[in-house]
């Protein structure tokens, strides 16, 4: 059982390069999420997908797009990387009673 | 503004001591909170959690106390084991509306042999 995978686990982009995140959960989960994890920050919602066909912007959508592509997966978009996209991006899905379960991240380099 | 605080950034124990790791929030409208544990290079993985209906809720080593009042919760392993040593984050949510996560900035828990 894989439960979220992220691809890619690590990526380099120059300034003003566009690129994907995938995001896939096999456990049929109604809900998913992308976060970013910065040091000394903890963990901030970027977009949000409560069901499949719906997106909603979290507290650091800008820079940032996101597809929810069926029910079990869930992609983030940056369009023109920039420096401060420089972070470890992780996807989640939701089971019940607010519990959510992480893939392993995306570690991403804007240089 | 942060609404799930995590004031020790990091906390060293002795192997088989307890472990008390702590976290504050200031949104009443929070009830229901969550510790995850993570690893370098992993994603965060849940550990247990709390509904506001409990002030205590047990799981093996693992026990999480929260004080509506003082809008605190702390989370005792109790003992430490080398293998616990990793971050801690702390999460609270509202069951109404759109349900969604808030961290904590995370405490680094080492266990020393």
């Known amino acids: 059982n894989a439960g979220v995978t992220q691809t890619p686990k690590f990526q380099v982009l120059k300034t003003g390069q566009s690129m994907t995140l995938q995001c896939a959960q096999d456990m049929n989960h109604n809900s998913m999420y992308w976060y970013r994890q910065d040091p000394g920050m903890g963990l901030r919602l970027i977009y949000y997908s409560a069901s499949e066909g719906t997106t909603d912007k979290g507290e650091v959508p800008n820079g940032y797009n996101v597809s929810r592509l069926n029910k079990r997966e869930f992609s983030l978009r940056l369009e023109s990387a920039a420096p401060s996209q420089t972070s470890v991006y992780f996807c989640?899905?939701?089971?019940?009673?607010?519990?959510?379960?992480f893939g392993a991240g995306t570690r991403l380099s804007v240089l | 503004d942060q609404q799930v605080k995590q004031n020790s950034p990091s906390l060293s124990v002795q192997e088989g001591r307890i472990s008390i790791l702590n976290c504050d929030y200031t949104?009443?409208?929070?009830?229901?909170f969550l510790w995850y544990k993570k690893y370098p290079a992993e994603g965060p993985t849940f550990l247990i959690s709390?509904?506001?209906?409990?002030d205590k809720n047990e799981d093996g080593r693992f026990t999480v106390f929260l004080n509506k009042s003082a809008k605190h919760l702390s989370l005792h392993i109790v003992p430490s084991q080398p293998g616990d040593s990793a971050v801690y984050f702390c999460?609270?949510?509202?069951?109404?509306?759109?349900?969604?996560?808030?961290f904590g900035t995370g405490t680094r828990l080492t266990v020393i042999p």
């Open positions: 949104n009443s409208m929070f009830d229901y």
């Open positions: 709390i509904s506001s209906i409990k």
């Open positions: 989640a899905s939701r089971a019940g009673m607010g519990i959510q379960y």
């Open positions: 999460a609270a949510s509202a069951q109404t509306g759109a349900n969604n996560l808030f």
